[in-house]
């Protein structure tokens, strides 16, 4: 084989993946939106865009879904410009202008603030984020949105998950869709379906002009880096981990569990009846013993939305 036919097979070959990914990340998010009803006839979506790669990803899918979805929604990109050292306040308008997406940028000096209140080493996620929402239900307020869409993916809420398990001590996470703090807006996160290595690999095929966070991004030691690093150390040794515990905060049995503000365990009585779904509190537990296989937490293909997906 010569070195052109070598590189016509490569090229063809790299062609056929980047269009099954294409596929599968429009079949994700559209299905996430179905199942959770995350976008409704007359929406006006606040697109909150980082300059990272998963609100880039976001924003650029849910504009290719908009052209095809048999309802109306009105899509808005906004950027907080948080004055950070260096920021090249150019490249996202630039961007923006070039894809003919309505956008805002939203100048607030949030980087001074942090700076001045958080110690040298000291986590800055915490009042930054405060800082942000407050801006950003301000400016969704201003613009006429009924709703906000962030850029966090399957990953992002495993992590959140082990977060609070190892470091709050309950069972909380990162839910696709729910209610702002003020209960004004409803906040949805599309991506929700869609693993960080698939965004990593879109975001290189379509040369998002990426912009780091000088805050966050910076701090390599923070226990939710750990966590993420963590989780794919499994995922390696036992591929489908990450998909298996993304699965089960949406499956979840109530009553295996020992919140007593949700299951009624002080009134259980012995009924006489067997139970199919009842404790075999003698037998040891047979999947949680068993072996991960190749195949565990392998994603569902069958698609029941209303978006059509035979288009990249």
């Known amino acids: 084989m010569s070195a052109e036919e070598l590189a016509a097979k490569q090229a063809k070959k790299a062609a056929f993946e980047t269009n099954k990914l294409s596929k599968r990340l429009h079949r994700q998010v559209g299905q996430a939106i179905t199942d959770f009803n995350m976008i409704e006839d007359g929406d006006k979506v606040m697109v909150c865009l980082s300059g990272g790669k998963d609100s880039y990803s976001m924003l650029d899918i849910l504009m290719?879904?908009?052209?095809?979805?048999?309802?109306?929604?009105?899509?808005?990109?906004?950027?907080?410009?948080?004055?950070?050292?260096?920021?090249?306040?150019?490249?996202?308008?630039?961007?923006?202008?070039?894809?003919?997406?309505?956008?805002?940028?939203?100048?607030?000096?949030?980087?001074?603030?942090?700076?001045?209140?958080?110690?040298?080493?000291?986590?800055?996620?915490?009042?930054?984020?405060?800082?942000?929402?407050?801006?950003?239900?301000?400016?969704?307020?201003?613009?006429?949105?009924?709703?906000?869409?962030?850029?966090?993916?399957?990953?992002?809420?495993?992590v959140t998950l082990l977060m609070n398990m190892f470091f709050g001590s309950r069972m909380k996470g990162m839910p696709p869709k729910l209610v702002s703090d003020n209960?004004?807006?409803?906040?949805?996160?599309?991506?929700?379906?869609?693993?960080?290595?698939?965004?990593?690999?879109?975001?290189?095929?379509?040369?998002?002009?990426?912009?780091?966070?000088?805050?966050?991004?910076?701090?390599?030691?923070?226990?939710?880096?750990?966590?993420?690093?963590?989780?794919?150390?499994?995922?390696?040794?036992?591929?489908?981990?990450?998909?298996?515990?993304?699965?089960?905060?949406?499956?979840?049995?109530?009553s295996h569990m020992m919140d007593r503000k949700l299951h009624p365990f002080e009134s259980i009585k012995a009924t006489g009846i067997p139970d199919p779904q009842g404790d075999k509190a003698f037998d040891e537990d047979e999947e949680s013993c068993a072996t991960p296989t190749a195949n565990a937490g392998k994603e569902v293909q069958t698609v029941r939305l209303m978006w059509d997906d035979s288009k990249p």
């Open 64 to 158: 290719n879904l908009q052209k095809r979805a048999p309802i109306k929604f009105e899509l808005i990109a906004v950027n907080l410009d948080q004055k950070q050292p260096g920021f090249p306040a150019e490249v996202l308008p630039n961007y923006l202008r070039q894809v003919g997406v309505p956008f805002h940028i939203e100048t607030q000096d949030t980087y001074s603030i942090v700076k001045s209140h958080i110690p040298e080493g000291k986590t800055m996620c915490s009042l930054c984020s405060r800082l942000r929402r407050g801006i950003l239900y301000r400016v969704a307020r201003e613009l006429g949105c009924n709703k906000i869409a962030l850029g966090h993916h399957r990953d992002d809420m495993v």
């Open 183 to 254: 209960g004004e807006f409803v906040v949805i996160r599309p991506l929700a379906y869609v693993a960080e290595d698939d965004l990593v690999r879109w975001s290189d095929h379509r040369q998002f002009p990426i912009i780091p966070c000088s805050l966050c991004g910076s701090q390599e030691n923070l226990q939710r880096v750990l966590t993420k690093k963590m989780i794919r150390e499994w995922d390696k040794q036992y591929p489908g981990r990450i998909d298996n515990m993304f699965s089960a905060m949406g499956n979840i049995t109530l």
